[in-house]
């Protein structure tokens, strides 16, 4: 597969991103905690943080894409309430196979030329879902 026009996969502006996890350590003892898995490519990632998405942390084994997507949710999580990222998430499974627009999350559209390798699809969505899942079990249920 290649990458759309003008977009490589591991741009420098997309492995910049994965610096950016430094300033989200995880904290296990967070109100809220949950997990996504990638079966397509084996990635994880753990999320913990507070109502309202704050005091983010992440705990991130991922290529450079789930580590980009990652930090991009990082960025623009907080202040959200479940129905939005419940709303996002669909939005992003659609665009990610081409049934849907672009979604409506600031820097999403960095992750663009991933869009061309399906492999790397379970990668991207594994914040989204991991917050899906934080939000599903609740506080009470660590």
Same mark, same amino acid.
């Given at each position: ?6 977009? /490589? ?27 996504? @898995?990638?079966?397509?490519? %084996? ?8 109502? %309202?998405?704050?005091?983010? %942390? ?9 580590? /980009? ?6 960025? @623009?999580? /907080? %202040?959200?309430?479940?129905?939005? #990222? ?5 939005? #992003? ?14 820097? #999403? ?14 990668? #991207? ?18």
């Amino acid at each position: 597969m290649t990458s759309r026009p003008g977009g /490589a996969l591991y741009s420098p502006a997309l492995l910049g991103l994965a610096v950016e996890l430094a300033e989200y350590p995880f904290n296990k003892d967070a109100s809220l905690f949950g997990e996504a @898995h990638s079966r397509s490519c %084996g990635s994880t990632l753990a999320v913990s943080f507070e109502p %309202g998405f704050s005091d983010l %942390g992440l705990r991130v084994t991922a290529c450079a894409v789930g580590q /980009a997507s990652a930090a991009i949710f990082a960025r @623009h999580a /907080a %202040g959200r309430d479940p129905a939005e #990222i419940a709303e996002v998430t669909a939005a #992003i499974e659609a665009w990610l196979s081409a049934e849907g627009p672009q979604p409506d999350w600031p820097d #999403i559209a960095m992750l663009e030329a991933a869009r061309d390798y399906p492999a790397r699809h379970g990668a #991207i969505l594994l914040p989204w879902k991991a917050a899906l899942d934080a939000l599903s079990k609740g506080a009470a249920d660590r």
